[in-house]
């Protein structure tokens, strides 16, 4: 918020017929095509501002409100710094809630998802934003899904689409797979469920090969993506750097690889552990004792119920099952017990373990929870102190230190002895050197009908075509046709006319996939068809996005920093690979505006306290809503709605409107002769206006927008009156200012200066050097601490002259009475502070 000398938004004013106002300029803008992005010929620089698109889950809520308001401010202000601006809107409209609404109102989803297009663009036209709207786009026409489906088939011919068999985020109540990004804290983003683990086969993007590349790119982005987001992706990427080592196992003739960061350790492993719901477990639990088998099969079913976050959860009592096998320790030849555990994950590292328990906690509790051996390898004491003994206190021996127990490592530091240990597995072929990350493939199929379909057959023999390109967009059949209840399958298997297809190589019989794809295939490059939205033979014309791409200003909520930025990245770096665009990353800034909360909660439609924009727009105006929520705080502080002065913005506009009003000079009067101090007001704002913008600092525009307004209307009343120039000069001025927070309005006083519309290309103007350098200061005059006048003296007094003004001041001499003065201090040309007694 702005700080208590910031201008009064509660002040009252006269009111005007803000609906009228709003509605006659959003008709001129429409009717004179005022936004539409200039074309080639267009030789300004360009600017592409674009806010993350919305999915249409009913009408606007005000957290859709401040979004837009700040793509708009970008967008309006880059207008007026002359540039050729693309701000374009579209709607991301597949997705699993339109098909849950569907199912329980027995309708079609596009049915639902159309109608709330509907009443979004309807709130999005009244609120003023200045979109581009020739563009528009939703991704559940065939006309843009055709082109996710030529996506997914220039992915498949590159290697970077595949089909997999493996353990996936499996949702229990909306019957799908999810893509690990998407479990946030163990359960759905969608629905909230807690998520489970099952084997499947499903079609993946192999991510995992841009891992390096997205990583290292990210250093680029520094400074203009907010640090947060860019340490999320680092985190989610996740690369370490360490060590695979070929474990053998007895009886077994392949040998098991376990990936470490602390290869110095290995001579401390003193057992193995795998997970239980890996492919390794159940092949070594098939050799046990039929005993062992049901225990391990129970302790299986126990483990695919629970989470991810539960599994590696620190404070859990730790629990597995022997699995009666060894393997063989490559160092030392040492037989070590295998044992399945839930805290080892399938899809981490080869979903097996070493055992370190002296230096690793997890493994510490497990081997005492066991009675397993504890061997410490590294002394972390410091000298002359005693080594603690893990087993006995619980705590395993973290940190840096020397190498004990460990052979020809012994007394080596630990990154020697993490190199020397690398260098003999390799000599001996027994290990190498490796990095592995966190990143998996992105799992794109769903088990749902609303979304793309995936455009490849299976045929009889068990071979996968594609859909011939002639034949795209597969689109997706009537849904009163079929039963869309989620079942762990896609309806779309039991569409038995859609379904059943030809084998583009045989001709025999054959099916199509039944499963849809991801929807954040759909957002991952959308920015990219706004350029080319009504091409039907490209997805987009490489020569339009290397004029407008990569997006300059983005913006979006913090909650898309994994899931929808970083799959933006990944398919922007593919479609530079395949010679379509010259730039490797999608947006050139980001700006991640903070939640608009109620009463301090999240605004939701389940939790029934949205507050929506059509009922504020309807209430308050356009403008009103706009200015308030610029003025409610810093763009990334989340704000609660309650605390968000809609009203008073109204009637700060009024008093903008009537301060236009009651202009009285001609157009183009010199304002050279007019009221010095105001010109200075207008010119400072002049100069500052483009760095607030600029560092997003939306809330200190509006109130220096407010300051002046307060100067022209002190001005009017206490000098020239309206037909001062200086006065029109800053009318002016706030007018082509305001125009990036309240459009209608800044409009509205355009004209009645007697200007022609549009306002909004409008240059600002340049401030004038000479009035930013002030001729006269207040000085404040102090009597025993208190204020008790003020004085308009030069800014080149000297102290002397300064201290003298001040004695000599009527005001003073009253407060000093029959007093004396003992004291002076004097800091030229602000403060004189007289002590009297």
């Known amino acids: 918020m702005t700080d208590s000398s910031s201008p009064d938004i509660t002040a009252t004013a006269e009111p005007h017929d803000v609906h009228a106002v709003e509605e006659k300029w959003r008709r001129y803008w429409e009717n004179n095509g005022t936004f539409l992005a200039g074309g080639?010929?267009?030789?300004?620089?360009?600017?592409?501002?674009?806010?993350?698109?919305?999915?249409?889950?009913?009408?606007?809520?005000?957290?859709?409100?401040?979004?837009?308001?700040?793509?708009?401010?970008?967008?309006?202000?880059?207008?007026?710094?002359?540039?050729?601006?693309?701000?374009p809107i579209g709607w991301d409209s597949f997705g699993?809630?339109?098909?849950?609404?569907?199912?329980?109102?027995?309708?079609?989803?596009?049915?639902?998802?159309?109608?709330?297009?509907?009443?979004?663009?309807?709130?999005?036209?009244?609120?003023?934003?200045?979109?581009?709207?020739?563009?528009?786009?939703?991704?559940?026409?065939?006309?843009?899904?055709?082109?996710?489906?030529?996506?997914?088939?220039?992915?498949?011919?590159?290697?970077?689409?595949?089909?997999a068999e493996s353990p996936v985020n499996w949702c229990p109540n909306d019957q799908t797979v999810l893509?690990?990004?998407?479990?946030?804290?163990?359960?759905?983003?969608?629905?909230?469920?807690?998520?489970?683990?099952?084997?499947?086969?499903?079609?993946?993007?192999?991510?995992?090969?841009?891992?390096?590349?997205?990583?290292?790119?990210?250093?680029?982005?520094?400074?203009?993506?907010?640090?947060?987001?860019?340490?999320?992706?680092?985190?989610?990427?996740?690369?370490?750097?360490?060590?695979?080592?070929?474990?053998?196992?007895?009886?077994?003739?392949?040998?098991?690889?376990?990936?470490t960061t602390r290869a110095d350790t290995l001579h401390g492993a003193t057992f193995m552990v795998v997970a239980p719901d890996s492919d390794l477990a159940a092949e070594l639990a098939a050799s046990a004792s039929?005993?062992?088998?049901?225990?391990?099969?129970?302790?299986?079913?126990?483990?695919?119920?629970?989470?991810?976050?539960?599994?590696?959860?620190?404070?859990?009592?730790?629990?597995?099952?022997?699995?009666?096998?060894?393997?063989?320790?490559?160092?030392?030849?040492?037989?070590?017990?295998?044992?399945?555990?839930?805290?080892?994950?399938?899809?981490?590292?080869?979903?097996?373990?070493?055992?370190?328990?002296?230096?690793?906690?997890?493994?510490?509790?497990?081997?005492?929870?066991?009675?397993?051996?504890?061997?410490?390898?590294?002394?972390?004491?410091?000298?002359?102190?005693?080594?603690?003994?893990?087993?006995?206190?619980?705590?395993?021996?973290?940190?840096?230190?020397?190498?004990?127990?460990?052979?020809?490592?012994?007394?080596?530091?630990?990154?020697?002895?993490?190199a020397r240990m690398t260098e003999i597995l390799a000599k001996s072929g027994s290990g190498r050197a490796t990095t592995q990350y966190r990143l998996r493939d992105w799992l794109i199929s769903r088990q749902r009908f609303w979304g793309t379909p995936i455009p490849m057959?299976?045929?009889?023999?068990?071979?996968?075509?594609?859909?011939?390109?002639?034949?795209?967009?597969?689109?997706?059949?009537?849904?009163?046709?079929?039963?869309?209840?989620?079942?762990?399958?896609?309806?779309?298997?039991?569409?038995?006319?859609?379904?059943?297809?030809?084998?583009?190589?045989?001709?025999?019989?054959?099916?199509?996939?039944?499963?849809?794809?991801?929807?954040?295939?759909?957002?991952?490059?959308?920015?990219?068809?706004?350029?080319?939205?009504?091409?039907d033979t490209v997805a987009f014309d490489p020569a339009e996005a290397n004029r407008w791409a990569p997006v300059d200003t983005y913006i979006g909520g913090v909650e898309h920093a994994i899931l929808h930025l970083l799959y933006a990245r990944f398919i922007t770096k593919v479609l530079h690979d395949m010679g379509l665009v010259d730039f490797t990353e999608p947006f050139s800034a980001l700006i991640n505006q903070g939640m608009i909360l109620l009463d301090g909660a999240k605004m939701s439609k389940s939790k029934g306290n949205l507050v929506q924009v059509s009922d504020q727009l309807g209430e308050h105006g356009s403008d009103a809503v706009r200015v308030a929520l610029a003025f409610a705080g810093p763009v990334e502080d989340d704000k609660d709605w309650n605390d968000v002065q809609t009203a008073g913005a109204k009637k700060f506009l009024a008093r903008a409107m009537r301060a236009a009003e009651d202009v009285a000079s001609e157009v183009g009067a010199d304002p050279a002769t007019g009221d010095k101090a105001l010109r200075r007001v207008t010119h400072h704002l002049l100069n500052d206006a483009p760095a607030i913008v600029e560092h997003t600092k939306y809330n200190v525009l509006v109130a220096r927008l407010m300051e002046l307004v307060n100067a022209i209307r002190k001005a009017i009343d206490s000098g020239a009156g309206g037909a001062d120039p200086a006065v029109r000069e800053a009318a002016e001025t706030l007018a082509v200012m305001l125009d990036v927070v309240a459009p209608h309005t800044?409009?509205?006083?355009?004209?009645?200066?007697?200007?022609?519309?549009?306002?909004?290309?409008?240059?600002?103007?340049?401030?004038?050097?000479?009035?930013?350098?002030?001729?006269?200061?207040?000085?404040?005059?102090?009597?025993?601490?208190?204020?008790?006048?003020?004085?308009?003296?030069?800014?080149?007094?000297?102290?002397?002259?300064?201290?003298a003004l001040a004695r000599g001041?009527?005001?003073?001499?009253?407060?000093?009475?029959?007093?004396?003065?003992?004291?002076a201090i004097v800091r030229a040309p602000k403060i004189v502070s007289l002590v009297v007694k």
């Open 40 to 87: 080639a010929d267009d030789e300004r620089p360009r600017r592409y501002v674009l806010a993350m698109f919305p999915y249409p889950s009913g009408d606007m809520h005000m957290g859709h409100a401040s979004n837009y308001l700040y793509s708009d401010i970008v967008a309006r202000f880059w207008r007026h710094r002359g540039y050729n601006v693309l701000q």
């Open 96 to 163: 699993l809630p339109a098909e849950n609404a569907a199912i329980q109102r027995g309708a079609d989803p596009r049915e639902w998802t159309y109608d709330n297009i509907a009443q979004q663009r309807d709130s999005l036209g009244k609120y003023g934003v200045s979109f581009d709207w020739t563009r528009v786009l939703h991704t559940s026409d065939p006309e843009y899904y055709q082109w996710n489906q030529w996506l997914f088939q220039q992915m498949y011919d590159r290697g970077l689409a595949y089909r």
């Open 179 to 259: 893509a690990n990004e998407q479990v946030v804290d163990g359960s759905c983003d969608r629905c909230g469920a807690t998520v489970i683990k099952k084997k499947l086969t499903q079609w993946y993007f192999k991510i995992t090969e841009y891992a390096d590349r997205l990583l290292e790119d990210l250093d680029a982005l520094e400074g203009v993506w907010p640090h947060k987001v860019l340490q999320m992706q680092r985190n989610w990427i996740g690369r370490s750097t360490g060590a695979d080592i070929d474990f053998e196992i007895e009886g077994r003739a392949e040998k098991v690889t376990v990936f």
């Open 290 to 418: 039929p005993e062992t088998r049901m225990r391990f099969q129970d302790y299986l079913d126990k483990t695919q119920k629970q989470t991810d976050i539960e599994r590696q959860s620190s404070d859990r009592e730790k629990t597995g099952v022997s699995l009666e096998r060894f393997a063989i320790n490559p160092v030392n030849g040492e037989r070590l017990p295998i044992w399945a555990a839930d805290y080892v994950l399938a899809d981490y590292g080869h979903g097996a373990v070493m055992a370190v328990p002296a230096h690793d906690q997890r493994d510490l509790d497990f081997a005492r929870t066991f009675d397993l051996p504890v061997r410490v390898v590294l002394d972390t004491s410091a000298e002359g102190e005693n080594l603690p003994d893990p087993t006995e206190t619980g705590e395993a021996l973290a940190g840096e230190g020397v190498l004990i127990n460990s052979g020809e490592l012994d007394g080596l530091p630990k990154a020697e002895a993490i």
């Open 457 to 535: 057959i299976h045929t009889a023999d068990g071979r996968i075509e594609k859909v011939p390109a002639d034949q795209l967009p597969v689109t997706l059949p009537v849904a009163k046709d079929i039963d869309l209840k989620p079942k762990g399958t896609s309806p779309l298997g039991g569409a038995t006319e859609w379904v059943t297809t030809t084998d583009p190589v045989t001709g025999e019989p054959a099916l199509r996939d039944p499963d849809t794809m991801d929807t954040f295939v759909d957002s991952s490059w959308y920015y990219l068809r706004f350029l080319s939205p009504k091409s």
């Open 746 to 803: 800044a409009e509205e006083i355009w004209e009645i200066l007697g200007h022609a519309p549009s306002v909004s290309a409008v240059v600002w103007p340049n401030a004038d050097p000479a009035l930013l350098t002030a001729d006269e200061v207040t000085a404040v005059v102090q009597v025993n601490g208190k204020v008790r006048s003020q004085l308009q003296v030069s800014a080149e007094i000297t102290p002397e002259e300064l201290e």
């Open 809 to 823: 001041d009527e005001k003073v001499q009253r407060f000093v009475g029959d007093g004396q003065i003992v004291k």
